[in-house]
């Protein structure tokens, strides 16, 4: 209803209104978009498990855009219905709305199942690999008891004492037991991380590397 779209249209970035009804904070647009951005995070999975693919430099790029194509669309879309469809005072009274609303709960509860475990599979398995792979750099130490964990392998290249680490650190945060405490932090470290890849790249581009030959088509010293 017109009713509905009018009560969530009134976009305000620090609307004292906004309380977040779990911690009692208020709720900004920095918090929206820090919980909101976590889920475009696995923009880097296909960099992060390059070694896995049998043609990185194919798989990577398509997929990478037609996953972040598909979610883009998926999250704007649902966020429109739901704007006309709930009323502001409801959307921010309970973060379980959307399984309340559905015509059949249990396929909300699946679906966030489903995409929580492979989202965090994803980024722990990548992490581990990017952590693997400092460690072996001897960034650590060269014979230190923390790279020796780390690099520690079963089978053909798995760090399983990478995993196990990355696992634990996950934990810790997950002990915090509130997403919009943790979103930010994660969201930071997501965007230097990004920042970080996009300079290497402009750095490489800038100071001709030779062997820095990109591919991609569209890959250029704006892009």
């Given at each position: 209803?017109y009713e509905?779209?009018?009560?969530n ?5 620090s609307?004292?209104e906004?309380?977040?009804y ?9 918090i929206?978009?820090?919980v ?13 498990v ?12 398509k ?8 979610t883009s669309?998926v ?7 739901i704007a006309?469809?709930c009323?502001h005072?409801?959307?921010i ?6 399984q ?18 492979s989202?965090?599979l994803?980024?722990?398995?990548g992490a ?7 460690a ?8 230190s ?5 780390l690099t ?6 798995n760090?399983?004492?990478?995993v196990?680490?990355?696992f ?14 943790v ?7 997501f965007?230097?991380?990004y ?5 290497a790249?402009?750095?490489?581009l ?9 591919t991609?088509?569209?890959?250029n010293k704006?892009?």
């Open positions: 209803s509905n779209w009018n009560s249209n009134k976009l305000i970035w609307d004292p906004n309380i977040d779990i911690s009692g904070s208020n709720v900004n647009m920095l929206v978009f820090a909101f951005f976590n889920g475009c995070i696995g923009v880097m999975a296909g960099v992060n390059s070694g896995e693919l049998i043609q990185p430099n194919k798989a990577i790029p997929g990478t855009i037609i996953a972040c194509g598909f669309v999250y704007i879309l649902l966020s429109l219905l006309m469809t009323s005072d409801l959307l009274s309970d973060y379980t709305i959307l309340k609303i559905n015509f059949c709960p249990i396929l909300i509860f699946i679906g966030v199942a489903f995409a929580s475990v989202a965090v994803s980024n722990m398995i581990s690999r990017v952590i693997y792979a400092i072996k750099d001897r960034i650590f130490g060269k014979h008891f923390f790279t020796n964990i520690h392998e079963i089978g053909r290249g760090p399983l004492g990478s196990i680490f990355t634990l650190l996950v934990q810790l945060f997950l002990l915090m037991g509130n997403l919009n405490a979103a930010p932090i994660v969201t930071t470290f965007l230097m991380a920042a970080a890849v996009d300079g790249c402009l750095s490489l800038v100071t001709s590397a030779p062997n820095f030959r990109p991609f088509r569209y890959f704006y892009t």
